[in-house]
């Protein structure tokens, strides 16, 4: 496989029901996933773009989030909705979303 130009992790961290931190889990990372996963296949770019599931990558309450290498880009409150986004602009076009980047305090 060759290297590729751009890494996404994606949060899948599940905590049981109540726990004070919350996780991307309960806050629908499974449907993001998926849907990265989907339009990686769809666009037949495997050798571009490596997707990998991870745990926790830190602000559990702005989740589901997302982490571009290699610029280090973290997304937050991301939505099925917004993965074309993230495709088009900064996958394949190079420049970050800033709507939905997390905000300098978090990230």
């Known amino acids: 496989m060759p290297?590729?130009?751009?890494?996404?992790f994606i949060c899948s961290q599940a905590r049981p029901a109540g726990h004070p931190r919350g996780s991307c889990a309960e806050r629908g990372c499974r449907e993001?996933?998926?849907?990265f996963l989907y339009q990686?296949?769809?666009r037949q770019v495997f050798d571009k773009i490596a997707v990998t599931l991870t745990?926790?990558?830190g602000p559990c309450g702005m989740g589901p989030n997302v982490l571009v290498y290699p610029e280090g880009i973290l997304y937050s409150n991301v939505k099925v909705a917004d993965v074309n986004t993230i495709f088009d602009q900064h996958l394949l076009g190079g420049q970050p979303v800033e709507s939905l980047k997390a905000?300098?305090?978090i990230w």
């Not at 290297?3 to 996404?8: M, T």
């Open 3 to 8: 290297r590729p130009e751009k890494h996404v």
């Open 32 to 35: 993001v996933q998926d849907e």
């Open 40 to 42: 990686t296949q769809q």
């Open 55 to 57: 745990g926790c990558l």
């Open 103 to 105: 905000p300098a305090e």
